[in-house]
Structure formats: structure tokens, C-alpha cells
T-cell receptor, first 114, second 108 residues
Framework: GAGVSQTPSNKVTEKGKYVELRCDPISGHTALYWYRQSLGQGPEFLIYFQGTGAADDSGLPNDRFFAVRPEGSVSTLKIQRTERGDSAVYLC????????????FGPGTRLTVL | KNEVEQSPQNLTAQEGEFITINCSYSVGISALHWLQQHPGGGIVSLFMLSSGKKKHGRLIATINIQEKHSSLHITASHPRDSAVYICAAKGSQGNLIFGKGTKLSVKP
């Protein structure tokens, strides 16, 4: 596929559970971004990877949130002890390098915490 | 005050009308994105610009760096243009700072 893909498209979980959300960026894109969009709001930045390393994780709301990109391609966003307030659409985007390239967005994962 | 402000928040237009959506930002940016989001969540990048003006079909985006202001124009609007349009400022690290979006509804 040519675009950014995210799995699952929908995830329903119970409060307190652990979830993992996956992002497959466009092949060759070294920069990868995670954003979160709550209902009726614009997306908010969570974390940015350049290659395998997190270049900026200042948007992660607390230590229940963690993301990895071990081989510089696929990234996984991990949320521990989920809370109802974590319910949102989690968006992933990738770009060819970093600041100076257009970002391409995945379709998002809609997370619902009951 | 949000770092990226859009106006209007909601916009209803008749088919064929010329539409303008405005974006003001207070942060230093390397570029500014205009994005389109349809119901169901998919985000599509319309433009990325750092100066001047870009045009694609019926869409035109302009930016004034000195005034920290950008506009998105849609000429000859059509019901299929109905979507949420989001302005996003790209900071030095590359992450985007988003406006809250403008919900556009074009009536036939």
C-alpha cells in the first residue's frame, strides 16, 4: 500500500486495560508522528520519532502513554491502565524526513474506553 | 489563547459561493498546513506552504508570514467540499500545532 496504515481501525476496551495501537508509515519515511483527536477538537501532538528515536515526546499526557519504533519503520503506541478520558481517535502521520516535508496521515484508530 | 486560531468555526454556504477560511498563529513556524477531514476521520493534506500562495484546482491557500496569517479559499464551492478544514502550524521540530477546525457545509 502507498499510504500510512493504522490498526486496528476501532478498539473498544474496558477501563484499566492495556492497549496497543499500530502505525505503518509510508515506506522510506523517517519521521513519524502520533496525534490524538478528541471529539469536536482538532488533533493534538503526542510524540515524534526521527528514525528509531523519540525526538520529542512532550505531548504525551502522562506516563501511562509510551511509544516505540524499534526498527525505524512501524510504530506502536502503548497505553497502560486506560481511562475513559483516553477515548479519542489516535492519528499517525509520516513524512519523508522531518520539519521540511509534508505529513501524510493514516485513517486513525478510534479508541473507546468503557 | 490557542497558538493556532481559525475562523469561522462553522460555515454554511450555497453551492457556487466563494469561501474563505482564516487562520492566525502566534508561534514561529517552518511551514503551515491546510488539512481536510471528512466524517469518519480521514485527514488529507491539502497544502503545505511557507510563503506566498499555492493553488490546486478550486483551492487556493495564501500565507503572510509577517502578519502570521493564512487563508484557504474555495472557488465555486460544491457540496462535496463539505468537510472540516484544519489549519496546522509546523514548529521547528516538525510536529504540528492544530487549530480547532472549520466545519464547512455546502448546500446544493
Amino acid at each position: 500500500g502507498a499510504g500510512v496504515s493504522q490498526t486496528p481501525s476501532n478498539k473498544v476496551t474496558e477501563k484499566g486495560k492495556y492497549v496497543e495501537l499500530r502505525c505503518d508509515p509510508i515506506s522510506g519515511h523517517t519521521a513519524l508522528y502520533w496525534y490524538r483527536q478528541s471529539l469536536g477538537q482538532g488533533p493534538e501532538f503526542l510524540i515524534y520519532f526521527q528514525g528509531t528515536g523519540a525526538a520529542d515526546d512532550s505531548g504525551l499526557p502522562n506516563d501511562r502513554f509510551f511509544a516505540v519504533r524499534p526498527e525505524g519503520s512501524v510504530s506502536t503506541l502503548k497505553i497502560q491502565r486506560t481511562e475513559r478520558g483516553d477515548s479519542a481517535v489516535y492519528l499517525c502521520a509520516s513524512s519523508l524526513t522531518d520539519s521540511y516535508n509534508e505529513q501524510f496521515f493514516g485513517p486513525g484508530t478510534r479508541l473507546t474506553v468503557l | 489563547k490557542n497558538e493556532v486560531e481559525q475562523s469561522p468555526q462553522n460555515l454554511t454556504a450555497q453551492e457556487g459561493e466563494f469561501i474563505t477560511i482564516n487562520c492566525s498563529y502566534s508561534v514561529g513556524i517552518s511551514a503551515l498546513h491546510w488539512l481536510q477531514q471528512h466524517p469518519g476521520g480521514g485527514i488529507v493534506s491539502l497544502f503545505m506552504l511557507s510563503s506566498g500562495k499555492k493553488k490546486h484546482g478550486r483551492l487556493i491557500a495564501t500565507i503572510n508570514i509577517q502578519e502570521k496569517h493564512s487563508s484557504l479559499h474555495i472557488t465555486a464551492s460544491h457540496p462535496r467540499d463539505s468537510a472540516v478544514y484544519i489549519c496546522a502550524a509546523k514548529g521547528s521540530q516538525g510536529n504540528l500545532i492544530f487549530g480547532k477546525g472549520t466545519k464547512l457545509s455546502v448546500k446544493p
